[in-house]
């Protein structure tokens, strides 16, 4: 669970404090059986491939200026289409999604998990939720979450307390798997 190097984090930064818990999630939620999806990663990847393939064509193009003021126009459009697409991507199917993730081998559920957070700026208050990737599937579970400070996860010095915050995220894990909680 814990590792020999501690992850230490700006308290002052709340995207230090964000990357590194996020980071914990993943790996926390990856141990459970859960297997990354990247299907989401790749699309935005290959997206950001066409409109850099547009700006360098359009940039490169043989003829100059007033000779290629068409082509240059129809790149303009061509780019300004893909990152319109790639925008709607982003802001409908991740959110704000760290991770998601395939069902678990042997489950009976058909779809895994999207794991987002929340920590807004000049706010303690990092919410993690759990839901289903696909919410529309008969098998989707109810989306579970929590708010809690981080103060109660790291030191004064900035180091991560894994053990704090394995055992919350798990109880989560747990509960939207529908696992009874354990007594402490």
Same mark, same amino acid.
């Given at each position: ?10 308290? %002052? ?34 997206? @950001? +491939? ?5 700006? %360098? ?43 998601? +993730? ?9 779809? @895994? ?11 303690? %208050? ?6 289903? $990737? ?36 798990? $109880? ?13």
């Amino acid at each position: 669970m814990a590792n020999k190097n501690p992850k230490k984090a700006n308290l %002052l930064d709340h995207h230090s404090i964000k990357h590194i818990l996020d980071e914990s999630v993943s790996e926390i939620v990856t141990s459970r059986g859960y297997v990354e999806d990247v299907r989401m990663s790749n699309v935005r990847l290959f997206m @950001g +491939t066409i409109i850099i393939v547009i700006a %360098l064509v359009a940039q490169f193009y043989k003829k100059k200026f007033p000779e290629n003021r068409d082509f240059l126009i129809g790149c303009i459009v061509l780019y300004i289409v893909f990152n319109g697409i790639l925008q709607l991507i982003i802001h409908t199917k991740e959110k704000n999604a760290i991770l998601f +993730t395939y069902p678990p081998e042997g489950s009976f559920t058909s779809t @895994g998990l999207m794991v987002s957070s929340k920590l807004p700026r000049f706010s303690d %208050l990092y919410t993690l939720t759990i839901a289903s $990737a696909d919410p529309k599937s008969i098998s989707a579970g109810k989306p579970v979450q929590f708010t809690k400070s981080v103060t109660q996860w790291f030191t004064k010095d900035g180091i991560l307390v894994e053990g704090l915050f394995w055992k919350d995220v798990l $109880a989560l894990v747990d509960e939207y798997a529908g696992e009874p909680k354990k007594n402490k």
